[in-house]
């Protein structure tokens, strides 16, 4: 292994133009191979017409024409090679980008009854009031009555004021996400476990309060694939779904932002375990890779911030570990491991310290778990021949880009200087030692990277 | 000391900014994974290098441009997303104006606060004639360049014109990245209005309001301000209509098409929309309070002389509010049930009701009969016995009169509730002078004789919600 280092220290001082930002090229573009190609061409045009010329003599005038034309009809041939080769490259070039699938068929949810709701002391305690000559309400109708009071939101209204929630209510209400009213219950729970979360205000009474099963009962009913069955998630395929059950329903949003609330107000209502949080960091950080979720990445991070952060500091470092096993156990290692780190990107200290941990434990993984620590890992990513053909460029740059978010989110740089070396190292290596014309897929990715990490020193 | 680290760090900016634009230099720019990938890494460099390191610098105006572009280029829904986040991130992190406090150890209540505009930062718009925007101009062209008030009033249309219906998915997509670009530009207007106001609030210093990006895209003279605040309203409520549409139309019909290959990017856009068009609706609201409260401020410091004729005149947005509402009953009921900012919506009831319901005077008492009917209790009183609501209800449909008796008590528990948490009582508080409790008796009266004056008039569903919530919290307390 330390030969191994020294060889390439030996060798850097030839192999090491220092790269400028301007003559950097970011990947051999097809013009390039076009222009390359047409001069190879046109070479072999020019021998063969010599080789053509001496029986061109004994031909007439009139057969310049048809000479021409052949040139012309070869050289529009070479032109079509040349295209359809390019089209190769490119469609080679195509190369795989992230996605899962995270959401599969979606379940029927068990029938919605309450029951208990026409017992509820709020519309019951109203019966007796004189003015129900005005408001008219009748038991019967009672749920519908209350879907009123939720939409229009004097439900919240009235629990702030009154600063209770009733279990009949709070029950219906959550359930209600599930069904059209998500959007005022969704907002109704967020409002409450906020205003307890404020500081001197008497905290409203919940009867009720939804616990991790029935969150995650929820995520079963909307198709979520990670249950207890499979705990690893398949790459995504071509989509044969024509039907309306497949991927996860708009509640999905509303359980988003309720996971977003529970977590934050854990200093007046605590609803979940450790454990449980470090389960929903695991899920949310999987709704990332569904391509699904695209659009909803504010409302997702957001809630991914906020279950980070219900972590106290003392709990926050044995947590943090263990979800990122979790995670480095559920993501496969290829360009999926690299769109979760992306979208661990809050700036403050706990979310980079979670992106590098995260960042650690896939690029364990990702080199077999051979690797035990630091150095080792390190010393596996120097020793990778990436002039050898049979290296596989692919993984050399996923492992890249994880050393990167390991290495500059955590503070082992600075820490340790001697770290510092070897990664220069490593990177001069990748930056070095693939030409600008190495044409294997991956090759520009990694000298690029490699090269652009370089600079930024 | 100062020079040469400023002259490095500008060495070191300009080496990040060369680097990081290169990723953008992509010479394949057809392929638009190609271009998603190129614009994302560049996203991700520019996060990188300002974001993350505790002392992060700025990242300089071309880069921040350039981020601003992806986002009105709106390519894909993965580019709109990241670029808007970084954005939003970035103005966080960098705000252009803000407070800072002129003596910290003592940052009591009271203490005049200072204005710190940083002059060199990049801004999205530009308003104005000045010569300093032509330069600019010309240096953005390439870029594409900030958005002046046309463009603004254009992109209000668009979304509005998009919310009513979208033929293909790059549409959906640009009625996405629309929704963002709005989104970001108000929390732009935002960041420099609310720290400003602030400021005038304590010193009347008017420039400083003048100067505001808001003031100058209602004054400017590319567009007309009635125009776009009417422009304004109809977007909102075309907004808060693109849920109920949504669920018929969008998500069954995008899987009922016969492109199946963008299924997932379908249901991406579908989610994203419900999402991101509520969230834009918030933003709209929160550009309409923006201007109200420039009003507002603008009215004291016409009373103290401070607006000239170079302020221009301009109609206060409640009254252009109210005088759009009064054509359209349907309208109303939409716009209140909407409206969230508490104070405001109490706002727009009681201009209202002083405007359609105005009785004349019976106060003997001058000084307390001219603010009577400004407040919610002084209107409740109008109802309290049955010739003055006779009177009221002869100039004011009695639906109407329901849903702003209900929409006001909404917005009075939440101002009582909002000030109930300040712990400060608020001397211009509309609910000011009476309890929760008073306006709750008030209200279920008010009902009443509404109810005695016409026995056969039908009672609206918000009403008795209404009054079912006031008799609830009268029983409770």
């Known amino acids: 292994m330390e030969d191994g280092a020294l060889d390439i220290e030996l060798e850097d001082p030839i192999s090491r133009p220092r790269v400028s930002a301007n003559k950097r090229r970011k990947i051999i573009g097809l013009d390039d191979l076009l222009t390359d190609f047409y001069k190879e061409q046109s070479k072999h045009l020019e021998k063969q017409s010599k080789r053509e010329k001496p029986q061109k003599s004994f031909d007439s005038d009139d057969d310049d024409d048809t000479a021409q034309n052949s040139k012309e009809a070869l050289l529009s041939q070479y032109v079509v090679e040349c295209q359809q080769k390019m089209e190769e490259i490119s469609s080679d070039d195509d190369i795989s980008s992230w996605g899962m699938q995270v959401f599969g068929d979606q379940k029927t949810p068990p029938p919605l009854k309450f029951p208990e709701l026409q017992s509820c002391s709020l519309l019951n305690s109203f019966q007796k009031n004189e003015l129900n000559s005005l408001v008219e309400l009748s038991l019967e109708k009672g749920e519908g009555f209350l879907e009123g009071l939720l939409i229009n939101g004097w439900l919240l209204k009235l629990a702030l004021t009154c600063g209770h929630v009733e279990q009949s209510i709070a029950t219906w209400t959550f359930y209600s996400m599930n069904e059209g009213l998500r959007s005022s219950a969704c907002e109704f729970w967020c409002a409450i476990l906020a205003s307890n979360n404020k500081v001197d205000q008497t905290a409203i009474r919940i009867d009720w309060l939804p616990s991790f099963a029935e969150l995650k009962r929820a995520l079963e009913t909307y198709g979520f694939l990670l249950d207890s069955t499979s705990n690893v998630l398949s790459n995504v395929e071509p989509s044969h779904a024509d039907s309306d059950t497949e991927g996860p329903p708009q509640n999905i949003r509303a359980w988003i932002k309720f996971v977003a609330a529970a977590c934050q107000a854990r200093s007046k209502t605590t609803m979940f375990s450790t454990v449980e949080v470090e389960e929903l960091v695991g899920f949310l950080i999987c709704f990332f890779l569904d391509r699904v979720f695209q659009g909803l990445s504010v409302q997702l991070h957001h809630s991914m911030v906020s279950a980070l952060n219900y972590f106290t500091d003392e709990e926050w470092c044995l947590s943090c570990e263990r979800i990122s096993n979790l995670l480095s156990s559920r993501v496969p290692k290829d360009l999926n491991c690299l769109r979760i780190l992306e979208c661990i990107s809050g700036p403050n200290a706990r979310c980079k310290q979670f992106r590098s941990a995260v960042a650690y434990q896939l690029i364990i993984t990702c080199l077999d778990g051979k690797v035990t620590d630091t150095e080792d890992i390190l010393k596996s990513l120097i020793s990778i021949n990436v002039k050898d053909k049979s290296c596989d460029l692919f993984k050399t740059y996923i492992c890249l880009v994880l050393a990167e978010n390991w290495l500059l989110f955590g503070s082992l740089l600075e820490e340790k200087p001697y770290i510092e070396e070897m990664w220069n190292l490593c990177l001069r290596n990748c930056s070095c030692q693939i030409t600008s014309t190495d044409l294997r897929l991956y090759a520009s990715k990694v000298r690029n990277k490699a090269s652009y990490l370089l600079q930024e020193k | ?477």
């Open chain 2, 1 to 477: 000391m100062e020079g040469p680290k400023s002259k490095r760090r500008r060495s070191i900016r300009n080496g990040i900014e060369e680097n990081t634009m290169a990723i953008l230099d992509s010479s394949a720019p057809n392929d638009s994974q190609d271009v998603t990938d190129d614009g994302i890494a560049f996203l991700e460099a520019v996060r990188s290098s300002s974001l993350l390191p505790e002392d992060g610098t700025p990242p300089s105006c071309k880069m921040r441009a350039e981020v601003f572009q992806i986002l009105k280029d709106g390519k894909s829904i993965e580019l709109i997303m990241a670029s808007y986040q970084l954005l939003i991130e970035l103005d966080k992190r960098f705000p252009r104006v803000c407070l800072t406090d002129v003596n910290k150890a003592d940052s009591s209540m009271g203490e005049p606060l200072e204005l710190a505009v940083s002059k060199e930062d990049w801004v999205p718009f530009a308003f104005g004639t000045g010569v300093g925007y032509a330069d600019r101009d010309a240096a953005d062209e390439k870029a594409g360049g900030p958005i002046d008030s046309q463009g603004f009033q254009n992109l209000v249309q668009d979304i509005s014109n998009m919310a009513n219906g979208r033929d293909s998915q790059a549409e959906n997509i640009k009625f996405l990245g629309n929704m963002l670009l709005f989104q970001y530009l108000v929390n732009i207007l935002e960041g420099d209005f609310l720290p400003r106001n602030k400021v005038y609030e304590g010193t009347m210093k008017w420039t400083l309001l003048r100067e505001s990006l808001i003031n100058m895209l209602l004054a400017s003279r590319r567009i007309n301000y009635k125009s776009l605040m009417k422009d304004c309203l109809s977007t909102l409520l075309a907004l808060c209509h693109l849920p109920a549409g949504l669920r018929t139309d969008d998500l069954r019909s995008e899987n009922d098409a016969s492109i199946r290959q963008n299924e997932c990017c379908n249901n991406a856009v579908a989610f994203a929309l419900i999402e991101i068009g509520q969230d834009a609706c918030l933003a709209l609201q929160r550009l309409l309070v923006m201007v109200m409260e420039l009003d507002n401020s603008r009215k004291t410091a016409d009373t103290h002389g401070l607006i000239t004729r170079a302020d221009g005149v301009r109609t206060p947005l409640v009254e252009i509010i109210v005088d759009e509402l009064t054509y359209d009953s349907d309208m109303l009921s939409k716009i209140l049930q909407v409206f969230c900012d508490p104070r405001w919506k109490l706002d727009i009831a009681l201009q209202y009701f002083s405007k359609y319901a105005a009785k004349p005077s019976v106060h003997t008492r001058r000084s307390n009969g001219s603010t009577d009917d400004k407040t919610f209790s002084g209107v409740l009183k109008c109802f309290s016995n049955n010739t003055s609501t006779k009177s009221i209800t002869k100039k004011l449909n009695p639906v109407v009169a329901q849903l702003l008796l209900a929409h006001a008590f909404q917005a009075s528990i939440s101002v009582s509730l909002e000030s109930c948490d300040e712990g400060i009582s608020n001397s211009k508080d509309k609910a000011e002078g009476s309890s929760l409790m008073d306006i709750c008796k008030n209200l279920i009266s008010a009902f009443r004789s509404l109810r005695r004056t016409d026995e056969h008039m039908r009672i609206l569903p918000l009403a008795r919600e209404a009054i079912f919530t006031a008799a609830t919290i009268l029983s409770t307390k």
